[in-house]
């Protein structure tokens, strides 16, 4: 039998069905290093402010490097009957060093310890993720830049609406992605604070010095209140709702490919590496990895309402509920880390069609708006311009004549301010370069956006 760290004042031992309940070895496992790390620093801090002996402080942090490497190789196999992490390495402790590792404690609950843990664990991933979010962002500027001068169907309501530059609509996701990763950095300065001193919740006797230990950790900043620093799971909360937002983004991203690279669409070919075939259709081709983001952004979403579910209604301060919070965490980090990795690496293995593209955009109906506009710049009101253009694609239809190719006799039938010039409107290129407006799709201001964006990424 293990010995648990609170059971001293019971008189019978802990069920064990109880035990295996409540263990989250199997989960917190993962926390190893940075609940190490914390150690040190809370042993170095205490050994500093003359609370154990500097000697005492040697002995514990030689013990726990050791311990470190025995984890990582595999000799210590953490065992749930040790009840968590914190556990496992602090009983290991004492079978290394005797008696003073019962000193590591001194002035810290387990409950100041794994909020510093996760704390360690989430910068990390925030850092991670930001990384990885660079990473897409540089080969959609990439992208953008290669595909600036090709055509594609911008879309509304899943209908073809105007040609645009393929780079514009890269650019698009670029800019998701930018306001992603500023959300990162700006949950980062909330993360990056120590609550490690804090205790159980209410503080020490002992004159701990929780600058110093943050300082060791590498934290910005450290807690203002003891009672906050160990009960709020907040920037949890707002980190795993930031993973939740970067899926949303590329689940739609996601979608636009799987749709794209089907038959009836054609527009893209994602390259053999990244898709998948059918056991028992030949033929098939499958954009699962992009079928699979998609999938798991819903898996990101449930965490995040697990979250938020296991903190509404819980009393202060700390609560056993709040063990809850690890699994959620390390799902969403590693399903968004993975994610955006994986995302990153199949978009630059996709190609557009551009020929398709080009055909099928020159004498589409999507370059209606263009004749609205000619007859805005002939001084037609834009709501007259609208019903006679109307009117045209409705003919257009019925004829089965493109609109560039209908007769110039025809135009005037439904305006008499119509001359040549239309004609010249009538190109998804023209369309494309008469934008004006500020961010518009035109190739001018494509330009502009990819030097922009090589600016930002430096
Ligand atoms: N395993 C616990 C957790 O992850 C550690 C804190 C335990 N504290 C307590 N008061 N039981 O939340």
């Known amino acids: 039998k293990k010995e648990l760290l609170w059971a001293s004042r019971f008189n019978e031992p802990f069920d064990e069905g109880a035990l295996k309940f409540s263990s989250s070895v199997h989960v917190d496992g993962k926390l190893f290093r940075e609940d190490i790390q914390g150690s040190i620093a809370h042993a170095t801090m205490l050994g500093e402010e003359g609370i154990i002996t500097r000697e005492d402080a040697r002995q514990i942090t030689t013990g726990l490097n050791e311990i470190e490497k025995e984890i990582e190789s595999g000799t210590l196999v953490p065992q749930w009957e040790d009840e968590d992490i914190h556990t496992v390495i602090e009983n290991r402790l004492k079978e290394k060093i005797g008696a003073v590792a019962g000193k590591l404690h001194s002035g810290r609950s387990r409950n100041d310890q794994v909020a510093t843990d996760t704390r360690l664990y989430m910068r990390a991933k925030v850092n991670e993720l930001h990384t990885s979010l ?3 962002m540089e080969t959609l500027v990439e992208r953008a830049d290669t595909y600036q001068s090709s055509i594609i169907f911008g879309y509304t309501h899943l209908q073809r609406a105007q040609p645009i530059s393929a780079g514009h609509y890269y650019l698009a996701y670029f800019n998701m992605f930018r306001r992603d990763r500023q959300r990162l950095s700006d949950l980062m300065q909330r993360v990056n604070i120590s609550p490690l001193g804090a205790a159980a919740f209410a503080g020490s006797t002992l004159p701990l010095n929780a600058e110093r230990s943050a300082e060791l950790l590498g934290f910005n900043s450290i ?13 949890l909360i707002e980190f795993i709702s930031a993973c939740s937002i970067i899926m949303m983004h590329l689940s739609r991203f996601c979608e636009d490919i799987i749709l ?11 390259s053999d590496a990244f898709s998948t075939g059918s056991s028992i259709m030949p033929q098939k081709k499958n954009a699962d990895i992009a079928e699979l983001i998609r999938g798991k952004t819903g898996r990101v979403y449930g965490d995040l309402m697990a979250m938020l579910t296991i903190m509404k209604g819980l009393p202060l301060s700390y609560n056993r509920d709040m063990q809850e919070d690890k699994q959620p965490l390390f799902d969403s980090a590693e399903t968004a880390i993975s994610s955006v990795t994986l995302f990153n690496r199949m978009l630059q293995h996709t190609r557009l069609k551009e020929d398709r593209l080009k055909e099928l955009t020159a004498k589409d109906l999507s370059l209606a708006t263009e004749i609205a506009e000619y007859l805005v710049k002939k001084d037609i009101p834009f709501r007259d311009a609208h019903r006679i253009t109307g009117r045209i694609v409705s003919w257009s239809i019925e004829h089965s004549t493109p609109l560039p190719d209908i007769p110039l006799d025809t135009y005037k039938g439904f305006s008499e301010v119509f001359d040549e010039g239309i004609y010249l409107a009538l190109t998804p290129e023209a369309s494309i370069n008469s934008k004006k407006s500020h961010g518009s799709c035109s190739f001018e201001s494509v330009e502009r956006q990819i030097e922009e964006a090589r600016e930002l990424l430096g």
Do not use: C, M, P
Not at 260 to 270: A, P, T
């Open 134 to 136: 660079t990473g897409l």
């Open 223 to 235: 807690f203002s209140n003891s009672i906050d620093a160990v009960s709020d799971r907040d920037i």
């Open 260 to 270: 794209w690279s089907s038959y009836e669409f054609g527009y893209l070919e994602i």
